[in-house]
């Protein structure tokens, strides 16, 4: 019987990216998402065998919702062995605008307690199997602040964070943590930035890469690797250094900028 995944922001992107890879590598999918229709669509035009996927409709941010969409899954496909909190959002913020806060409040409803509910239905019963690899998708961007990122650097900080916690509550019970920091690739969500990116990876050669990465149990992968490198220089880069590096760089977009 084919190995199950379970992805949330499966919809574009990384999401849908991984969801192709998976399925190329011999396993079925769990595929979650706001818009189902636009998944539904997307799995028919690649001519996926109906036998091996199907699709649930929830919203990450509504801890109900998405907790019910996992025992769901459980009850209908069985319990996964890959379990993938990719749903995420990205949206400049500034924080002299009081409008802007509840921005930051969406994005970490996403970003953060959103993976903690994606995961929780699942650890209980991969405890009790003895198996089973949860991943959190960070980015390199939560390695620091950046100008215009406070929401988004600080949710992805936290998802490093929250993930080497897990990691060390699931371990003992035969459950991996698996975080995986993407650089920039070619998404409707980096389509958007006004500034370079360097290293910039398309969806399917990033979601090759994750495959393996999770498949060997990494701790903590950056993908492509050289953003790896940039990460490390980075976070050893003295404060007043690095703010002069950033200065005059371009803010991300607020909403409906």
């Known amino acids: 019987m084919p190995r199950l995944v379970y992805i949330t ?11 192709l890879q998976y399925y ?53 496909q069985g319990l996964p062995d890959v379990v993938i909190a990719n749903a995420g959002i990205s949206i400049g913020v500034d924080t002299a605008l009081e409008e802007d806060l509840a921005v ?19 650890i209980t019963p991969m405890r009790q199997r003895r198996s089973g690899t949860l991943v959190g998708i960070a980015s390199v961007a ?4 950046l100008p215009g990122h406070g929401a988004y650097s600080s949710s992805k900080a936290a998802v490093f964070a929250y993930c080497e916690s897990l990691r060390g509550e699931c371990r003992p019970d035969g459950v991996q943590v698996v975080t995986i920091a993407p650089g920039y690739i070619d998404t409707p969500l980096t389509r958007k930035n006004r500034y370079g990116m360097p290293f910039l990876m398309q969806p399917e050669a ?5 495959f393996d ?37 371009p803010r991300k977009h607020r909403e409906n900028e």
Request: with cysteine.
């Open 206 to 210: 990033f979601a090759a890469k994750a």
């Open 24 to 76: 190329r590598q011999g396993w079925s999918l769990a595929l979650v998402a706001r818009r189902v229709d636009d998944l539904t669509a997307w799995a028919q035009s690649q001519q996926l065998d109906p036998a091996r996927w199907r699709v649930y409709r929830a919203d990450v941010s509504d801890i109900a919702d998405i907790t019910a969409t996992g025992r769901r899954c459980i009850a209908e």
């Open 142 to 145: 939560g390695i620091r602040g």
């Open 104 to 122: 930051m409040q969406r994005i970490y409803a996403t970003n953060n307690i959103g993976m903690a509910a994606t995961f929780q239905p699942f």
């Open 9 to 19: 922001g499966a919809s574009s992107g990384i999401g849908q990216a991984l969801a």
């Open 213 to 249: 990465a999770i498949a060997a149990g990494a701790r903590v992968r950056f993908i492509p690797w050289q953003m790896g490198v940039v990460a490390r220089v980075m976070h050893v880069l003295p404060g007043a250094l690095f703010d002069r590096l950033l200065a005059g760089r």
